[in-house]
């Protein structure tokens, strides 16, 4: 082998190590954002006759979910004969509250999605456990807990 032939496959060589160093920077880097991005436990949402228990939440990354917040875990009807129903209420940045329904004397599982279509990402959310007490009374509801991206 000549001296230019040793050259040239030491040359690629070197850049398929370049390309792997690449590859496992990216790979690693990737890694670090999901650990960023993982679940987070919320502390017991309650008002007279409704309960938010197990809560998590995460802030989805902004390639997944269109960046939304993520929350889940078990909306309970404690008020077993009041004959009221229960709800969760979560907002994100200053629009309107969703609300998800539970149902009467039950506990249901919740696994919502909250995002804002007009932006690349969620920066705030808003959470909150009520009671529907009817049209003639204003439904109870827990303190509202604020979240915002870190």
């Not at 197990?54 to 390639?63: A, F, I, L, T």
């Not at 979910?65 to 709800?87: E, M, P, S, T």
Request: glycine share 10%.
């Amino acid at each position: 082998m000549t001296s230019r032939h040793i050259h040239f496959s030491q040359g690629i060589s070197m850049r398929k190590l370049a390309t792997a160093a690449v590859a496992a920077g990216l790979f690693f880097g990737g890694m670090g954002v999901a650990a960023a991005d993982s679940w987070h436990n919320v502390a017991l949402f309650k008002t007279t006759g409704a309960r938010f228990a197990e809560g998590k939440y995460m802030w989805e990354p902004v390639e997944v979910q269109q960046g939304a917040f993520h929350i889940k875990g078990k909306l309970r009807d404690v008020g077993l004969n009041d004959n009221h129903n229960v709800y969760l209420q979560v907002k994100v940045h200053g629009y309107g509250w969703n609300r998800f329904d539970g149902v009467q004397k039950k506990t249901v599982w919740i696994d919502k999605l909250v995002h804002d279509g007009a932006s690349r990402y969620v920066e705030t959310a808003e959470v909150r456990v009520c009671q529907n007490r009817g049209s003639l009374h204003p439904d109870n509801c827990s303190p509202t807990k604020h979240f915002k991206r870190p």
